[in-house]
């Protein structure tokens, strides 16, 4: 195929996402694994949490941005159908799912921004099973993408797998929040200091799975073997 | 028996290298792992997680410096850059050799005796990296923080006597991103040399501020460290976004 001149620019942002994501989560990840840390005062270890979420802002940003750029750079090579109606649709609810993403993180101690968030778990759920689906009935000859390019397929399907373990890191990392409101009003105490480091170790499970997939995705997406 | 596997392990990537392909764009699966695609997955990582972590530091040296929140707290941020750093540092002190070896399969070829030097020049940076910043107490970890910024400085000025030598000889005339690429390489380490002196005070306010508690001049210095090194840490991101951009688009 011809290196196009778009080509060049979705695949740079392609790249680009992929720093925003895994590379920006490890602050996520190191500043919240502090944050379980007994021996920290309170006000430090809300501060460590707080700047997690913060933080997380920007790989969550980027994980909406691979679906739009992952359409733009699959139709560039021809191995997806897509009118340029549904790639505007794409973008458009690309945009509207960052949207309700960020709003529900941003305003994660209000209670509206909680059931904002709660909206915005069932579309990564919908996201997450379409991809699957996509990529299943594509390999099969009937999906939208070319059935030739099975990396793709295994790029999408993995994608939409990346949502669902997303997806389980919010429902594991649930309880932290109510653990860290009443680590404010009880103080330290052993019960609650298990509640905290609990959700963390569960968390961990779907964290790193996700941080596997993302990788593997990109080997997949460079060597092209499967 | 582990050795056994590890040297196998380093024999399937030497034979995967081999029998590198050339570059290719092909939309379709080939049902191959080349070892060109092996290192440039390695390149891509390194990338990755050098500049990703690069933000997350940048944001918590600025809570470090925020006087709104408790001395703890400070101390803890400056705690945090010092662990996220180490992310940065790693993938700097790879990225040459990964990067050297890419440049065989674009046609750049090197003597057996360069390519040693590239192959070694990885492993030997990357122990000094862990080392000074793992083991900075022993002796060992000691001089090599002591002689870091010597050594940055002998980097940079090796890799652009190199890029001129080569570009001289013409050896770069086919692949002038190449080039790009690790002049750019020099100017991230230049920018990151003059951005570490620069929060030496930084560094130096958080000490005092563990030892002895904040103060109105530690404040001020920390403020005024940071800002000046701002332009450095900007100029690293936008280089290595060039760079990475350069390497997607390969210009000729």
């Known amino acids: 195929m011809e290196m196009t001149e778009s080509f060049i620019f979705w695949k740079y942002l392609h790249i680009l996402m992929f720093v925003g994501w895994v590379g920006a989560d490890m602050s996520v990840f190191l500043s919240a694994k502090r944050s379980t840390d007994a021996s920290l005062p309170f006000d430090t270890r809300i501060t460590l949490l707080h700047m997690a979420l913060r933080i997380e802002l920007i790989p969550r940003t980027m994980w909406k941005a691979a679906l739009p750029l992952g359409v733009m750079l699959s139709a560039e090579m021809g191995l997806l159908k897509i009118s340029d109606f549904g790639i505007a649709m794409v973008w458009l609810f690309s945009i509207i799912w960052w949207a309700i993403s960020m709003t529900g993180a941003i305003y994660y101690d209000k209670e509206w921004g909680r059931k904002v968030a709660h909206f915005g778990n069932f579309l990564i759920f919908g996201v997450g099973v379409g991809l699957i689906w996509a990529a299943i009935s594509s390999a099969m000859g009937n999906g939208p993408f070319e059935a030739s390019g099975t990396w793709l397929l295994w790029k999408v399907g993995l994608y939409g797998l990346v949502n669902l373990t997303c997806l389980a890191i919010v429902v594991a990392y649930d309880p932290m929040g109510p653990a860290f409101g009443r680590l404010a009003v009880e103080g330290s105490t052993p019960e609650i200091e298990g509640i905290v480091k609990r959700t963390f170790n569960i968390a961990i499970l779907p964290i790193w799975s996700t941080y596997f997939l993302v990788v593997s995705i990109a080997f997949i997406a460079t060597t092209k073997f499967l | ?252």
């Open chain 2, 1 to 252: 028996m582990n050795k056994r596997i590890i040297a196998l392990a380093l024999l399937s990537l030497c034979m995967w290298f081999t029998g590198a392909q050339a570059l290719t764009l092909s939309a379709e699966s080939d049902g191959v792992i080349s070892g060109y695609e092996v290192v440039l997955v390695l390149h891509q990582l390194l990338f990755v997680f050098w500049l990703g972590p690069d933000l997350g530091r940048y944001i918590w040296s600025t809570r470090a410096a925020n006087t709104e929140l408790s001395p703890t707290t400070r101390i803890t941020a400056g705690q945090m850059t010092r662990k996220i750093e180490l992310f940065p540092k790693v993938c700097i002190s790879l990225l040459l050799t990964v990067g050297g070896i890419l440049t065989e399969a674009v046609g750049i070829t090197h003597p057996w005796w360069q390519m040693v030097g590239i192959v070694l020049l990885g492993p030997v940076w990357l122990s000094m990296v862990l080392i000074g910043h793992l083991r900075p107490k022993t002796n060992l970890g000691d001089l090599i923080n002591r002689t870091d910024n010597l050594f940055r400085l002998f980097m940079a000025a090796a890799v652009l006597a190199s890029v001129t030598y080569s570009w001289s000889t013409g050896r770069l005339d086919n692949t002038p991103w190449v080039t790009g690429k690790l002049v750019l390489f020099a100017a991230i380490m230049l920018f990151g040399l003059v951005a570490k002196l620069r929060l030496r005070p930084f560094d130096n306010a958080l000490v005092q501020i563990e030892t002895m508690g904040p103060s109105k001049s530690v404040d001020t210095m920390m403020t005024k460290s940071l800002a000046s090194a701002r332009p450095y840490i900007f100029g690293i991101w936008i280089a290595l976004a060039i760079a990475a951009w350069l390497g997607v688009a390969q210009p000729v």
